[in-house]
């Protein structure tokens, strides 16, 4: 038997899979780190800690794998994008790991925001200006921290930094690249003004490379550390969102993957890069010949789990000697659809697409004397949905009409949530039963780098079995009537958001 390792560096994790040649998972390890918060808008990790994740995770399922009989063909990695780590002239790190879920680069974000360049940085780059991204936090380190800013000799996202202490070599895939703000969609390179703007150099940046670009020859430090033979070629791979589209063979343009894990993103890819003249969306570069374009979401299972750990009644939980989320499921599904007539916004972190208001708000609306915290509980999982829909929207507006659905995540786990998204949707869902589809994503993009596969398109045996909700008539008329209501309240609030934000802000400090 031979084995493929797919790895995913996450926001509070990283996961290592190990798959036989048929993309069968045999085993798997992970291992967490701590996401710092201890100013406002921070949101960092300590580079060592997510080496030493990695590395471990990699260690652990390659003891897995019988090497005396079989061969690791490759490991490939996934990763988050939008992160920052600054480097001196020996690439050892100045500062910790800023990653997408920093907020701190608002300001550079709303005066790069009204600035023509601002726009046209959009057009060339397809990437939001907003404090997520690279460019912006570039803007606010050179403003704000000018001594570590002028120290800094190179840039790297942490894949990069990751790749580069297993090798030894400065180099980053194509779709990391192509989420910083800072690459041409065009020509696939840095882009000379938006270098500019960020008051950078392209020999401070890694080179450029398409996903399918392996990496041999392992440095021996590391590969005492892994346990894999050190001739393994490693496959740059992509951004976690793009591999979780390649993962449950969402890879055509009328096929739309969702994902609602902590946080929520709709994608779908396309063989062309498409820009949206609104500017709600993204578009990045897979690799040569595929981009994906969509929206990330900050609001997904993290906004359910404030509301489960609020109204969810504990003596109840205690009765029925079960989880809460259990028990809230429960509760949801006596509701009827509409809550009885309340929204929910679920902006509890502010939001990217479709608003890219790092200072918008959650709230209820139409809250009254009848309605229960068996209500509030149905309109939070209701007003992420519908939030997603409004992203949903956008992106079936922008590329045609889906021929279907595909939704992973930790939503999944909830029978009524599957219903309730194709209901909102209105339109067909799909849901693998296997949940780790960046990691399976990462191995179909090793397999085509290795000539395994011919192109990215997934097998539909190495996706296994999927659920399928058709959206209920009658739920569809009560969210048709409800959905227009959410987005107009959404807009009347919008010009309050940055006073509350304000009011808040004073009042914690």
């Known amino acids: 038997m031979n084995y493929l390792i797919g790895v995913d ?4 994790s990283t996961k290592a899979v190990l798959y036989d040649q048929d993309a069968q998972v045999i085993t798997q390890a992970n291992y967490g780190y701590e996401l710092h918060r201890n100013a406002a808008g921070m949101a960092e990790q300590e580079p060592e800690e997510v080496i030493n994740a990695a590395e471990q995770a990699i260690h652990d399922v390659a003891t897995a794998a019988d090497l005396s009989t079989g061969k690791l063909l490759a490991v490939s990695i996934s990763s988050a994008n939008q992160s920052l780590l600054l480097l001196d002239k020996n690439k050892k790190p100045l500062s910790r790991l800023i990653t997408w879920a920093d907020s701190r680069a608002q300001r550079a974000a709303d005066n790069l925001k009204m600035m023509t360049e601002g726009q046209q940085l959009y057009m060339k780059t397809g990437v939001p200006v907003h404090p997520m991204s690279t460019l912006t936090k570039l803007l606010w380190l050179r403003e704000d921290e000018p001594d570590l800013f002028s120290r800094t000799a190179y840039f790297a996202d942490i894949k990069a930094y990751l790749l580069y202490r297993l090798f030894n070599e400065f180099k980053v895939d ?7 703000g800072l690459m041409n969609l065009k020509t696939c390179d840095w882009d000379d003004q938006a270098l500019r703007v960020a008051g950078i ?10 996903g399918t670009t392996q990496a041999t020859g392992l440095v021996p430090e590391a590969q005492e550390k892994l346990g894999v033979p050190a001739d393994t070629p490693f496959v740059y791979g992509a951004y976690d969102g793009a591999l979780s589209n390649i993962g449950v063979g969402a890879t055509k343009q009328n096929t739309v993957a969702i994902t609602i894990g902590t946080s929520a993103a709709v994608r779908v890819v396309t063989d062309h890069p498409v820009i949206d003249p609104e500017r709600r969306l993204f578009c990045y570069a897979i690799n040569k010949g595929l981009w994906v374009v969509g929206g990330p979401l900050n609001n997904g299972g993290d906004v359910y789990e404030w509301a489960v750990k609020h109204l969810v009644d504990s003596s109840a939980v205690k009765n029925e000697q079960v989880d809460p989320y259990t028990l809230a499921n429960h509760v949801i599904e006596g509701v009827p659809a509409g809550a009885h007539g309340l929204l929910f916004h679920p902006f509890l972190g502010g939001e990217r697409a479709p608003l890219w208001n790092a200072k918008a708000r959650g709230s209820f609306f139409g809250l009254s004397h009848i309605h229960t915290r068996a ?19 956008a992106v079936r507006a922008l590329v045609g009409e889906p021929a279907s659905v595909t939704a992973t995540g930790g939503f999944a786990r909830s029978k009524v949530w599957r219903q309730m998204l194709a209901d909102i949707l209105n339109c067909p869902v799909n849901v693998p039963d296997s949940f780790e589809s960046g990691c399976l994503g990462s191995v179909v993009m090793a397999m085509q ?8 398109d997934t097998p539909q045996k190495f996706i296994g079995k999927v659920s399928s909700y058709q959206p209920d008539p009658t739920a569809v008329k009560v ?13 009347m609030l919008a010009p309050a958001y940055s006073e509350i934000a304000k009011l808040q802000e004073r009042q914690n400090n």
Do not use: C, H, W
Not at 174 to 180: H, P, V, W, Y
Not at 383 to 393: E, H, L
Not at 449 to 456: K, V, W
């Open 201 to 210: 150099t392209k020999d401070q940046l890694p080179e450029i490379v398409d």
């Open 449 to 456: 780098s290795l000539g395994m596969i011919d192109s990215l």
């Open 479 to 491: 969210y048709q009537r409800y959905t227009p209501l959410f987005q107009q309240i959404e807009d």
């Open 375 to 393: 209500d509030m509980l149905r309109a939070v999982m209701e007003g992420i949905s519908m939030n997603i829909a409004t992203v949903f929207q």
């Open 174 to 180: 194509m779709s990391i690249a192509s989420s910083t």
């Open 9 to 12: 560096v996450g926001t509070s």
